[in-house]
């Protein structure tokens, strides 16, 4: 029986020159080892890749090289093109780059369904075609389809199965669906989801789905505590942007392990990398983040005026997004705890948010605008939600998310700098 695939409705795609976004990306591009060997006996690969660059291919990631104060991939020619693609054709290429910027998740309807990378301007703006007619193809093209994990844990260690953690995140997307804005409906999940879990009998792995509904209905019958607002980002939000945007500021954006260096790196870039996190950390000093055409004072991103607390056109983009990383399935491949996905929502949300009014700031606007917004919202697939898995969390980030995990004032803090 042909597989039942599923994409969100309306969506459309067609490859077009934006310029070659995917093949420009500060993330590694994994390849298997069958392409590995393939591009090792290729004459044209090694003479196009100094030792260096092979090496890095070895272990199975594409080599990048920096221009522009960007990286980009070895094999893209100076026209923005494929070199691989133009010399042996598209099936020549990695799956990975054939597949972008799709890529698919088996829900627990037994239903394929496409994750559609929002970095590509294509998916972003909705341009191109209707899906329907391409899914098959990139699927294919894809080879590989993540599951869902069969559970995810509480705090406290029961082990819900995918039944049980996905009744509770109806709960989350129904709260994303109602009026309460972005930043507040965050908070209340937050609240929700661990009053959920402290409401669930104590000291059993396991629990019967009438615990489930009834430590579900007990969540929601507490009084929710309104989000407050905060004059600047606290100091754990402050961590946050300096490893999440910090990272994607130039020097720091390009010292990625895959790229090839024809001199040996410099201790002036390592101190240029740490202006970058302390810039941010402070919140004074010029940035150059990466999709903002103009250089970032970030003393100026508090008189852009916040927009995710309040109703507006883009505070519904956002949650819309929410909803649709939620019904992508994606952020349940992995087992872990349930409220690490309320966290990587919520810090995607204030993420969008400081990306966004950063932008706005640079055009010394007042307000952020549709393309702030929608640029944001590509970001957080690059640092959170899409492209970047937890693994390459330094040991700061994974203190930080337990910090914010387990101590709701500092949470509520990240969201407050920006609501
Ligand atoms: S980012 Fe999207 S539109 Fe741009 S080259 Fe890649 S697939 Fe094509």
Redesign the pocket.
């Known amino acids: 029986m042909a597989e039942k695939l599923s994409t969100h409705p309306g969506q459309r795609f067609e ?2 020159d ?1 310029p ?3 093949c420009r990306l500060p993330a590694s591009v994994v390849i298997d080892r069958d392409d590995v060997a393939r591009f090792r006996a290729e004459p044209w690969v090694r003479e196009r890749l100094p030792e260096q660059g092979l090496a890095i291919l070895e272990r199975g990631v594409l080599p990048m090289r920096e221009v522009e104060r960007g990286l980009r991939c070895a094999f893209l020619d100076d026209d923005l093109l494929c070199g691989l693609q133009k010399r042996f054709g598209e099936a020549y290429l990695p799956r990975a780059c054939q597949a ?2 799709f890529g698919f998740t088996r829900n627990e309807k037994d239903v394929t369904v496409a994750q559609l990378s929002q ?4 998916i972003r703006d909705n341009y191109g075609e209707p899906l329907d007619g391409q899914l098959r193809g990139k699927l294919a093209k894809k080879g590989a389809t993540e599951r869902m994990s069969t559970a995810m844990a509480t705090l406290r260690g029961v082990i819900l199965p995918r039944a049980q953690y996905l009744r509770v995140a109806e709960g989350w997307d129904e709260t994303l669906a109602s009026d309460a804005p972005p930043l507040p409906a965050l908070a209340l999940i937050y609240d929700a989801t661990r009053a959920f879990e402290d409401a669930l009998p104590f000291g059993s792995e396991k629990v019967p789905d009438a615990a489930v509904a009834a430590a579900l209905a007990q969540a929601a019958a507490r009084e929710p505590e309104p989000l407050g607002t905060r004059r600047a980002p606290s100091f754990h939000a402050r961590v946050v942007f300096a490893y999440l945007l910090g990272n994607l500021c130039y020097p720091s954006r390009v010292r990625l392990a895959q790229r090839m260096r024809s001199a040996p790196a410099t201790r002036f870039e390592a101190l240029r990398s740490f202006g970058n996190k302390l810039a941010w950390m402070l919140g004074r000093g010029t940035v150059d983040l990466l999709y903002v055409p103009r250089p970032v004072k970030l003393g100026r991103v508090r008189r852009v005026a916040r927009f995710l607390a309040e109703d507006g056109a883009e505070a519904r983009r956002v949650a819309g997004y929410l909803r649709l990383v939620l019904a992508r399935r994606q952020i349940f491949s992995r087992p872990r705890h349930l409220m690490a996905v309320v966290l990587d929502l919520s810090l995607a949300a204030a993420v969008i948010s400081r990306f966004a009014r950063c932008r706005a700031a640079a055009d010394e606007r007042s307000a952020v605008s549709a393309e702030d917004v929608g640029e944001a919202i590509g970001v957080a697939e690059l640092v959170l939600l899409s492209h970047r898995s937890l693994t390459e969390d330094g040991r700061l980030m994974k203190n930080l998310r337990w910090l914010l995990l387990t101590k709701p004032e500092r949470f509520r803090g990240v969201l407050e700098g920006e609501a």
């Open positions: 490859c077009r934006c070659a976004r995917c972008f910027p970095l590509c301007p294509s």
